[in-house]
């Protein structure tokens, strides 16, 4: 059995071991502090090193498939593992994890496909499924927290959704404010991030490229399509996910339903 890719494997991992020595450093300080996180930090890295080292085998193996049905696959089990995170964070929005995975899905896939009409990316899995992940991950993040806050604004409001409901308002306009407030909190971060990117810190996109050895300005170019795709996926999975939550929020009569709201 030939075990060179092992062996090359192993020497290539050399250097992100001798970079948990910063880890050490962390663990120390925290046993010192008596912070109590000494075992999570060190459980959290081997994780990490575990996680990583088996996603970049798989990677490899759809890499070299060149197969349409590989880069499915992979993006749908990141939705799939992003939905449950997402639903995890808002564990009082009923269905939440089925509201986050398809607001995810339909984020991503609809800003992914504009990406492959428009040429910007080739639909192969070395292109698809890293500028997928990072689709996924980010708006992962801004649905769970969408979905979290219009819960806890709502229940905050309960009475003045109530009256406006009691006069008329349709659940939309009774929850406009609340729903307006939670896409806010959800989307500020990425619309800054944006608005400061290359200023205060280097994305990682941008700094892989050029330590990479690609230039700076192949690597701005890439970082500049990464935001747009960003802002955007992250935009309509946020919004998809109030639009989801709101059957869950009402009764057929259009009152608030108080079962979901009871929990702090």
Not at 8 to 27: E, H, R, S, Y
Not at 130 to 158: E, H, K, Y
Not at 238 to 257: N, R
Request: hydrophobic share 55%; charged share 10%; net charge positive.
């Amino acid at each position: 059995m030939n075990l060179q890719w092992l062996l090359d494997f192993l020497q290539g991992m050399t250097k992100p071991f001798l970079a948990t020595a910063i880890v050490a450093v962390a663990v120390v300080l925290s046993y010192f502090q008596k912070l109590g996180l000494e075992g999570e930090m060190i459980y959290a890295i081997s994780r990490a090193f575990l996680q990583l080292s088996v996603i970049g085998f798989v990677l490899q193996f759809i890499f070299n498939q060149q197969n349409l049905a590989w880069i499915l696959l992979a993006y749908l089990f990141m939705v799939t593992v992003a939905g449950y995170t997402a639903g995890q964070r808002a564990k009082h929005v009923p269905r939440g994890k089925l509201v986050a995975g398809a607001s995810i899905f339909a984020g991503t896939s609809v800003t992914m496909v504009m990406l492959v009409v428009l040429k910007v990316f080739p639909l192969t899995p070395r292109y698809i499924i890293p500028v997928a992940g990072m689709m996924v991950g980010n708006s992962m993040t801004v649905t769970g927290v969408a979905m979290r806050r219009l819960r806890d604004d709502i229940r905050t409001q309960f009475s003045l959704v109530e009256t406006a409901l009691a006069l008329g308002a349709t659940p939309r306009q009774a929850t406009h404010q609340q729903v307006k407030r939670a896409l806010v909190l959800a989307l500020s971060p990425v619309v800054d991030n944006a608005k400061t990117v290359g200023l205060i810190s280097l994305p990682g996109a941008m700094t892989g490229l050029i330590m990479g050895g690609a230039s700076p300005i192949e690597a701005i170019q890439l970082q500049i399509v990464v935001m747009n795709f960003l802002i955007g996926a992250s935009t309509i999975s946020s919004i998809m996910s109030t639009y989801l939550c709101w059957p869950s929020f009402f009764t057929a009569a259009y009152q608030l339903e108080t079962t979901v709201f009871a929990a702090a």
